[in-house]
Nanobody
Framework: QVQLVESGGGLVQAGASLRLSCAAS????????MGWFRQAPGKEREFVGH????????YYADFVKGRFTISRDNGKNTVYLQMNNLQPEDPAVYYC????????????????WGQGTQVTVSS
């Protein structure tokens, strides 16, 4: 049974940083690509970034603009999302997910999802 558990969300001021974690179990983690998505109230869930399982290559949504970094520790079955210079447009529930196949930015190409962690930014 695949389980993904996100943590690290919270309330921060604009310009601050947060690091989100996603601990995975029940999956061949080292060979599985992992994605981060976010969903703000009233909006569609959108792609944030992806890291491959093999060579740890990373891909990001344009709005990240160099502020966010994805990394992974295969020894801990954990993927991270370091978010710097958080802005008022960043608040959302952030989700991690396991990539099944296909284009990494397409939500339907991910099969298992965590419960999400809330990020709130005060201006």
């Amino acid at each position: 049974q695949v389980q993904l558990v996100e943590s690290g969300g919270g309330l921060v001021q604009a310009g601050a940083s947060l690091r989100l974690s996603c601990a995975a179990s029940g999956v061949s983690f080292s060979s599985t690509g992992m994605g981060w998505f976010r969903q703000a109230p009233g909006k569609e869930r959108e792609f944030v970034g992806h890291i491959t399982g093999s060579d740890h290559s990373t891909y990001y949504a344009d709005f990240v603009k160099g502020r966010f970094t994805i990394s992974r520790d295969n020894g801990k079955n954990t993927v991270y999302l370091q978010m710097n210079n958080l802005q008022p447009e960043d608040p959302a529930v952030y989700y991690c997910a396991t990539h099944r196949l296909g284009y990494y930015a397409t939500r339907s190409n991910y099969d298992f999802w965590g419960q999400g962690t809330q990020v709130t930014v005060s201006s």
